[in-house]
Every structure is written in C-alpha cells, then in structure tokens.
C-alpha cells in the first residue's frame, strides 16, 4: 500500500462546472477526512467519514459541496457551480480508529477556477 | 473558532539553533499533533501526545503539553536547512466526534 492517493493532482475548471475529486485512503483506514487549504492558510475542516457514515459536514461549506464514501473505501468530493472562491487545495487523510490516532495524508488536488 | 492558535506565524533561525512553536486551544482535548508541511507537499504526522500525557520526544523533536494551560510547544532541537517547512497543530477536542482541527501554523525557516 502506497498512502492515501488523491485524483486529479491538479484541476482548471471553468467557473460554473462541477468538478469531482476522488481520495482513496489506506486499505485498513475506517475514517477519512476532507480538508481546504489557501496559500498560508492551515487545513480548514471540510467533512469526515467513519466507514460509510458521513459524521460531521463543516458548517461554513455550502450546498455546492457534497462528499460520499459509499462503501467505505473509497470518497469523493464534489462542488457543483464553482465559483474563484473555491479554488484552492483540496486534501484527503485518513486513519484507524475514531480520532486517537495520527491522520496520513494525501498529496491533495489543487483546483482553480478561472 | 475552535482552532489552536498558533505563535508565533514565522521564524527564522539560523542552522544548529533551536526552534520553538507554541499552540493555544480553548476547549477540552482528546489529543493533540504536530505536523509538518513542505512547500507545495502533503502534510507529515510528527507526533501524537494525548491529554494524560506532559511530554514526548520523537529523534530532534520534544512536544510538550499543559493542559491547564490549554496550550502545547514543540521545540526542534539542533535545527538543520531541511527543517524549512510550515508546522501545524491539530486538536482532536473532547466529545466532538474525533474530528481533527487544524491551527493556522507556524512558518520555520532554517537559514545554513
């Protein structure tokens, strides 16, 4: 097992369109999270999932922004109607356990939105 | 907010010196980490210490924790060129589902 893997590494889109981003954890991980991080900004808390179930979705995210991890393995990341506010880079980590244990994270998805 | 805050935001040092970064929190954790983040890479799990603990080491690398305090320090020792990076604390916060909030960081240079 190579890490947690993120897809695209890298994503120009078009304000408006809908773009998808994919993490896939390591194996064994049963929580996985979703973060946004600005140029000199710290991770900001998007979502988490423990197994299947989405726990927590962060306050400040809109409607646009939607996740999944439908069988536990795998997530995606979806925002509908990209705005330039949303450009940014997207990162995934995951973990065993509930949260007592250290996170490992991907290399992220940087998005832009011209 | 409950995010650590972090102090201080930038530090320049020169190699072989020692560097300190503290973090501050609000509420009650579970536990709290340190991670390291090279320019444009992903972030680095340092060191884990949680809310029984006072203090752990890792090679170069002492965290401590005051929870009365409500604040954590990590202390590089004998800092090298390679140590640039941005160091970030993350609290996992009691009876919040373990969830893993992130300060906004603390930007090490280490000048040779």
């Known amino acids: 097992d190579t890490g947690v893997s993120q897809d695209p590494r890298h994503k120009i889109t078009k304000r408006g369109q809908n773009v998808t981003f994919r993490c896939d954890p390591i194996s064994e991980h049963n929580r996985l999270y979703w973060y946004r991080q600005t140029l000199g900004q710290g991770p900001e808390f998007l979502t988490y999932?423990?197994?299947?179930?989405?726990?927590?979705k962060s306050r400040l995210l809109s409607d646009r922004f939607s996740a999944e991890r439908p069988k536990g393995s795998f997530s995606t990341l979806e925002i509908q109607r990209t705005e330039q506010g949303d450009s940014a880079m997207y990162l995934c980590a995951s973990s065993i356990g509930q949260g007592n244990t250290e996170a490992f994270f991907g290399q992220g998805t940087r998005l832009t939105v011209v | 907010s409950q995010q650590g805050e972090e102090d201080p935001q930038a530090l320049s040092i020169q190699e072989g010196e020692n560097a300190t970064m503290n973090c501050s929190y609000k509420t009650s954790i579970n536990n709290l980490q340190w991670y390291r983040q090279n320019s444009g890479r992903g972030l680095v799990h340092l060191i884990l210490?949680?809310?029984?603990?006072r203090e752990k080491h890792s090679g170069r690398l002492r965290v401590t924790l005051d929870t009365s305090k409500k604040s954590s320090s990590l202390l590089i020792t004998a800092s090298r060129a390679a140590d640039t990076a941005s160091y970030f604390c993350a609290t996992v916060f009691y009876n919040q589902g373990g969830k893993l909030i992130f300060g906004q960081g603390t930007e090490l240079s280490v000048k040779p």
């Open positions: 210490i949680r809310s029984n603990e």
């Open positions: 999932f423990q197994n299947e179930a989405q726990l927590e």
